[in-house]
């Protein structure tokens, strides 16, 4: 804008300055020509009166200077001249002023001449001889006038444009400077041009407007930054080039990296080729999920396109912790595993008793004993799924609510009197120490609970050992310990124990008969109570296993 208000002043001060000089010219030369020719009449009349008196003597006596003398005759003859030979001169008849004089009296005419670019004044009077006396004078004519003047013309535009050229410099920044100082956040309409107050006014609307918007967009952004910031899921947002738009922390921790998370891209998080196949899929316009296994777990990755009429314009990547679910999941294979090897050796074992029953391949002295297999057998099997029950409806929450309150010490010696012939079957001595405790529960799951801890201690124990369970309080909690002098479970194993059908010493437990849920149903039956459970062993010594129950 300054420079166009400075151009503008430049170029009208010149136009002017030229304008002006081209102007005045013209006047001058009017009013210089218009004094010439007065001067030449005046000098033509003094000249002719003087030949009236004289002749042709008074033109050859006398000088007459610049000026050129010619006498015609009434035909048009030159009879003198001041400048050439009368004879070598033509008729002048058809001359403009000869012929205006010889009518009128006198005559004028201008001349103009473009080789040497002057005119040349023409006066004629009459005589009282019908004879022309004829004065002529050269004089400039007003392109010859403009060249004597170029120069000095040239030298007053110089130095007028370049003083109008500082004039406009400080003219144009006296004009934009108060454009300038517009404050555009809070404009002031009053202290600015009037020419400007409708601009100002909707400017200031404008500003309003987008100040408005603005809050709301900041406003926008921090609820989806704070929603993202608390979600465990990771979300991650790139555009069409796999640059990061969003990115928040959970991603970061779940792919187990701490790089920068804005514009970089978003193989930056995780470069293996399974992350890189998906995302690249992702950008291809497929939707695309896997499995990545991190040191800190498994995680799913599932990218999306982002696509807006047909068009490509980045990807949404969300990253979920599977761990446990994998983990669930694994343990449901197992579970479906070992259930089925489980009944599938007692009821191979009652299909072969079965079979020879059938085909009377059995003594009849023998029926009682295969009998017996069979019972074993069949009860070893309700066992498994009475347990498998028992802990399905544990992990359902699905157990009737009968809270009622417990004495854990006299329900500890009903359990251990039930346990009485399988301890001395194996030569195991068993006591119960502490005091009476009394916790608001469930009696079935709080009786399964103390069973299994007693029916392992009595299994795993080696023959003539012994298992003492003590019962305990401190202030709102009660204590449960079962220890025992059994074989023991090596450390890897301990955080495994509480797990469906886990045997620390496959080989070993094989020949003990159970179900292997025991531990399980004492881990889901002790949180269903809102309590506890550790365990603590030692290989070749023994095991404790401690439970803590809330007491109200």
Not at 133 to 143: E, P, T, Y
Not at 167 to 189: C, E, Q, R, Y
Not at 493 to 500: C, G, L, M, Q, S
Request: hydrophobic share 40%; aromatic share 6%.
């Amino acid at each position: 804008m300054t420079k166009k208000i400075f151009y503008s002043i430049t170029f009208i001060s010149s136009f002017a300055v030229i304008s002006a000089i081209i102007i005045i010219s013209a006047f001058l030369h009017i009013y210089s020509r218009e004094s010439a020719k007065e001067k030449l009449i005046n000098e033509g009349n003094i000249i002719a009166s003087a030949v009236e008196m004289n002749g042709e003597k008074y033109l050859e006596e006398t000088d007459f200077g610049n000026i050129r003398v010619t006498w015609i005759d009434p035909q048009g003859y030159v009879i003198f001249d001041t400048v050439k030979n009368p004879e070598h001169l033509g008729n002048h008849i058809d001359r403009l002023e000869v012929t205006e004089a010889l009518e009128n009296g006198e005559g004028i005419f201008l001349r103009y001449s473009d080789t040497v670019m002057q005119t040349t004044l023409n006066y004629a009077k009459k005589l009282s001889d019908e004879s022309i006396i004829r004065v002529s004078a050269l004089h400039n004519s007003f392109a010859g006038q403009i060249s004597k003047l170029i120069n000095p013309m040239i030298l007053i535009l110089v130095i007028f444009v370049i003083i109008s050229m500082v004039f406009a410099s400080l003219t144009a920044k006296h004009i934009v400077k108060p454009i300038n100082s517009i404050d555009l956040d809070n404009p002031n309409i009053k202290s600015s041009y009037k020419e400007l107050a409708p601009l100002l006014k909707k400017l200031k609307i404008q500003n309003r407007k987008v100040n408005r918007q603005f809050k709301e967009l900041n406003r926008s952004r921090e609820q989806f930054s704070l929603i993202t910031e608390n979600m465990d899921e990771g979300l991650i947002i790139a555009d069409s080039k796999a640059m990061i738009l969003v990115c928040n922390s959970a991603t970061l921790r779940l792919l187990d990296t701490e790089k920068s998370r804005n514009s970089q891209s978003i193989f930056s998080l995780n470069n293996s080729e399974p992350f890189r196949r998906c995302i690249n899929d992702a950008m291809g316009g497929r939707h695309s999920e896997f499995i990545l296994k991190t040191d800190g777990g498994e995680r799913q990755v599932i990218a999306s396109p982002a696509n807006s009429h047909e068009i490509m314009n980045g990807i949404v990547v969300f990253i979920l912790d599977v761990t446990e679910q994998q983990k669930l999941e694994t343990m449901r294979k197992e579970f479906t595993s070992n259930v089925s090897h489980e009944l599938k050796t007692p009821l191979t074992t009652i299909y072969g008793i079965s079979d020879m029953l059938s085909n009377g391949m059995v003594r009849s002295e023998d029926v009682c004993s295969f009998g017996e297999n069979i019972k074993d057998e069949a009860g070893r099997m309700i066992a498994l799924i009475n347990d498998i029950i028992a802990l399905s409806k544990l992990d359902e929450n699905s157990v009737p609510e009968q809270n009622e309150p417990v004495d854990i010490y006299s329900l500890s010696e009903e359990i251990m009197k039930r346990l009485e012939k399988s301890a001395e079957e194996k030569n195991i001595s068993c006591s119960l120490s502490g005091g009476h405790v009394t916790v608001i529960g469930n009696r079935t799951v709080l009786s399964e609970i103390i069973y299994n801890l007693c029916d392992n201690a009595i299994k795993y124990n080696i023959p003539e050992g012994r298992y003492e369970v003590r019962i305990s309080h401190i202030p709102k909690k009660a204590f449960i310990t079962v220890s025992d002098t059994g074989i023991g479970i090596p450390p890897e194993h301990i955080e495994r124990i509480f797990e469906r059908f886990y045997r620390a010493d496959k080989s070993h437990s094989r020949k003990i008969k159970g179900t292997g849920l025991g531990l399980s149903i004492v881990k889901h039956g002790v949180m269903y109570s809102g309590g506890t459970v550790k365990a603590e062993s030692t290989v070749g010594k023994g095991s404790v296993f401690t439970v803590e129950l809330p007491v109200k």
